[in-house]
């Protein structure tokens, strides 16, 4: 009986240490997938231009391909409760990044932006397309980081735009 007790206690020993070596391989593959799929993300931050507050819910397409043909490398995100949408574009990135907004938003910061500078220091575009900027911003953007300003369409603007 004793005998059988012990070869239990190997056999429960042994399908822990597998386990054990399971998980841990499954955690280094979530970390290093994680890595890799952040180099290169950009994160959008999309301003009320009016108030300067976050605007949530914004939908956001980045086109990486401008002025070279048909965009092949488009990613879809919306803006969380911080006004922050991600997107990560597939290497190799484009020279400029271009976005484009659901029929509710409009941009007041343009449409196309220079990939290298929000990579490295970050950018806040210019309000070049609405009247001007009426707040301080607070918070300059980090490394891969833009910031837009962004107005609401109006009714009579969404119905002209379908």
């Not at 009320?48 to 086109?63: E, T």
């Amino acid at each position: 009986m004793n005998y059988r007790c012990g070869t239990i206690g190997i056999m429960l020993r042994r399908i822990w240490v597998k386990t054990l070596v399971f998980l841990s391989a499954c955690v280094f593959a979530a970390v290093f997938s994680c890595s890799a799929q952040t180099t290169g993300c950009i994160s959008v931050r999309a301003l009320d231009s009016k108030s300067g507050k976050p605007l949530r819910d914004v939908s956001i397409v980045m086109n990486a391909a401008l002025g070279g043909g048909p965009s092949t490398n488009r990613e879809y995100a919306k803006t969380d409760s911080n006004g922050v949408a991600q997107l990560c574009p597939i290497d190799p990135i484009s020279h400029y990044l271009g976005l484009s907004f659901d029929s509710k938003f409009d941009s007041c910061s343009g449409y196309a932006f220079e990939t290298a500078v929000i990579l490295d220091r970050g950018f806040l575009a210019d309000n070049t397309l609405c009247a001007g900027r009426r707040f301080k911003l607070n918070q300059d953007p980090k490394a891969g980081e833009l910031v837009i300003l962004v107005r609401r369409r109006t009714l009579l603007e969404r119905i002209d735009w379908l």
